[in-house]
Structure formats: structure tokens, C-alpha cells
């Protein structure tokens, strides 16, 4: 079992910067991959980025690649996503999520049904 709780969501301009963490406890040695995902009305889940947790590789979708930065402390067992230079179309609940079955090993890391843990979500609001 893997326990998620995610914080740091907020109502920023656009241009603004925002630092969302995850808190993680229970079984987490059992996790191959952990990510962001985000969830705007009326759109589908997205993945956002995603950071393979037995080595350093990250993953990014085309539309944060160069703005958000995914990362893990593993001192205090978080994973977090920087995201600068927001957009209008960052508005969304942001999910952390948790792979600990293995299915995101060397295929599309950003596919929801690959992760089997998730959080309640933290809603980011971007306004012009």
C-alpha cells in the first residue's frame, strides 16, 4: 500500500511560478515509476510528467517539456513538480500517482492506467 497526499496548489497569474509536492508513505520502496497527472473540466486526464524512482530518468509531455521540472527528495520521501512560466492551460487537479506493479518499465510512462496508487489531487488555477 502506497499513500499519496498531494499539497501546494494555488490561483497564480499567468507567467507565475508554483512548486506542487507529494507526500508519500507506506510501501514506497515498492515503486518503479512516479508521476504527475492533471485533469482540467471536461478534458481528459494528462499525463504530466513522470520520474523513474530506481534510477533518475524523468519524462515530460510535449506541452510542460522546458517549463516543469519533476523530482524526488528521498529524505522526506516526496515527489515534487516545479512549474514555471504557467499558463492559462496548466489550470487543472493535479494528481500524484504511483506505479508499483512495473507496467510504465520502457513504455509510456505517462499512461494513467500504468499507475495503481494515486492522490486526492491539488488544484492549480492559472488567470490572465
Known amino acids: 500500500q502506497v499513500r499519496l497526499v498531494e499539497s501546494g496548489g494555488a490561483s497564480v497569474q499567468a507567467g507565475e511560478s508554483l512548486r506542487l509536492s507529494c507526500a508519500a508513505s507506506?510501501?514506497?520502496?515498492?515503486?518503479?515509476?512516479m508521476a504527475w497527472f492533471r485533469q482540467a473540466p471536461g478534458k481528459e486526464r494528462e499525463g504530466v510528467a513522470a520520474?523513474?524512482?530506481?534510477?533518475?530518468?524523468?519524462y515530460y509531455a510535449d506541452s510542460v517539456e522546458g517549463r516543469f521540472t519533476i523530482s524526488r527528495d528521498n529524505a522526506k520521501n516526496t515527489l515534487d513538480l516545479q512549474m514555471n512560466n504557467l499558463k492559462l492551460e496548466d489550470t487543472a487537479m493535479y494528481y500524484c500517482?504511483?506505479?508499483?506493479?512495473?507496467?510504465?518499465?520502457?513504455?509510456?510512462?505517462?499512461?494513467?492506467?500504468?499507475?495503481?496508487?494515486w492522490g486526492q489531487g491539488t488544484q492549480v488555477t492559472v488567470s490572465s
Open positions: 500517482a504511483a506505479d508499483t506493479r512495473g507496467y510504465s518499465l520502457g513504455w509510456k510512462q505517462l499512461r494513467g492506467a500504468n499507475y495503481n496508487y
Open positions: 520520474l523513474y524512482t530506481r534510477g533518475r530518468q524523468t
Open positions: 507506506g510501501n514506497i520502496d515498492s515503486t518503479h515509476y
